[in-house]
Nanobody
Framework: QVQLVESGGGLVQPGGSLRLSCAAS????????MGWYRQAPGKERELVAS???????NYADSVKGRFTISRDNAKNTLYLQMNSLKPEDTAVYYC????????WGQGTQVTVSS
């Protein structure tokens, strides 16, 4: 069974930075396009960043230029570097495959507030 374990969230002031990590217990991590998703209170879960098996990245307009997704296939780990954080980035952040999604992990809470 695939397990996805997110970490690295926290409370940060507007303009601050955080780096999220996602450890994936899957044998063929390098064979999956991966994404970071977020869900704010009262809103639908949305895909904010994705990375293909070849390393091509894509971002939602709301985070473009501020967030960077990356992966380390040797460590089965996905990352999200978040800079210039805004209050509207407050949400629970999750990682998952882009297609054939697995059960969601517990996510990691990001709160941007002064």
């Amino acid at each position: 069974q695939v397990q996805l374990v997110e970490s690295g969230g926290g409370l940060v002031q507007p303009g601050g930075s955080l780096r999220l990590s996602c450890a994936a217990s899957v044998r063929t991590f390098s064979g999956y396009a991966m994404g970071w998703y977020r869900q704010a209170p009262g809103k639908e879960r949305e895909l904010v960043a994705s990375i293909t098996t070849g390393g091509t990245t894509n971002y939602a307009d709301s985070v473009k230029g501020r967030f960077t997704i990356s992966r380390d296939n040797a460590k089965n780990t996905l990352y999200l570097q978040m800079n210039s954080l805004k209050p509207e980035d407050t949400a629970v952040y999750y990682c998952n495959m882009v297609v054939s999604r697995r059960p969601w992990g517990q996510g990691t809470q990001v709160t941007v507030s002064s």
